[in-house]
């Protein structure tokens, strides 16, 4: 991955649940796509995590609080916050994603929550 790319372009061309693009000693970019009707999945990181949603509609619940998302918004999740995203839309909620520090293995690639899901319990 070049260090100077269209990142918009990037996420909204991506149809993987989860891919890295790249990964740093103290930060990440990760790229996601969430169908219609589905979601992330309630979760909690040890990281800070900012999401930039780049197509499609969708809810952000942080510590049970929803708010609506859409293209060109930003959604900053502070590392112990309990959330989730939910795809409300008919089409794929496209996003981008950074963690810092990094969050996932560089390389990683899920093309679905559930292959996400089965890594995770391994």
């Given at each position: 991955?070049?260090?100077?790319?269209?990142i918009f372009k990037l996420a909204k061309e991506n149809n993987f649940f989860r891919k890295e693009i790249i990964t740093g000693k103290n930060s990440q970019v990760v790229l996601m796509?969430?169908?219609?009707a589905g979601e992330i999945g309630e979760e909690v990181h040890d990281v800070?995590?900012?999401l930039v949603f780049v197509s499609g509609r969708g809810e952000a619940?942080?510590?049970?609080k929803i708010t609506a998302?859409?293209?060109?918004?930003?959604?900053?999740?502070?590392?112990g916050t309990k959330h989730n995203f939910k795809n409300t839309g008919s089409n794929e909620l496209?996003?981008?994603?950074?963690?810092?520090?990094?969050?996932?293995?560089?390389?990683?690639i899920h093309k679905t929550?559930?292959?996400a899901e089965a890594e995770e319990h391994d």
């Open positions: 991955m070049e260090l100077n790319c269209n796509s969430i169908p219609p800070d995590q900012t619940i942080l510590e049970d998302v859409g293209e060109g918004d930003l959604t900053f999740v502070p590392a496209k996003l981008f994603t950074l963690y810092a520090p990094p969050e996932h293995p560089p390389g990683t929550k559930a292959e």
